[in-house]
């Protein structure tokens, strides 16, 4: 059964950091480009960034440019998300999701695998 496993959140004050990890279990993320979402209560699941599968290539929802940073290790079959500058606005559960695609998307339907979550409060 594939899963994606995402850990890391926790609770911060303004201006703090975290990173998430995703890790691929009976899947070999390095056939897939990644991408990380987040949902605050009721609101949409948004984007937040994703990397291609080799991880030549990253986009960023425009929010998070210059205080987000996705990145890979396909060796570890894992995916990070470093969160710099974190604002309390940013406090959500947070996803990654797996793509079957070459190019890399913004739109959930492009995601085929996705995990259960891991919640990021920032707050002071």
């Known amino acids: 059964q594939v899963r994606l496993v995402e850990s890391g959140g926790g609770l911060v004050q303004p201006g703090g950091s975290l990173r998430l990890s995703c890790v691929g279990s009976?899947?070999?993320?390095?056939?897939?480009?990644v991408g990380w979402f987040r949902q605050a209560p009721g609101k949409e699941r948004e984007f937040v960034a994703a990397i291609s599968w080799d991880g030549g290539n990253t986009v960023y929802a425009d929010s998070m440019k210059g205080r987000f940073t996705i990145s890979r290790d396909n060796d570890k079959n894992t995916v990070f998300l470093q969160m710099n500058s974190l604002k309390p606005e940013d406090t959500a559960v947070y996803y990654c999701?797996?793509?079957?695609?070459?190019?890399?998307?913004?739109?959930?339907?492009?995601?085929?695998?996705w995990g259960q979550g891991t919640q990021v409060t920032v707050s002071s």
């Open positions: 999701a797996a793509s079957p695609t070459r190019p890399i998307y913004t739109q959930k339907s492009m995601y085929t695998y």
């Open positions: 009976s899947i070999g993320l390095d056939r897939y480009a």
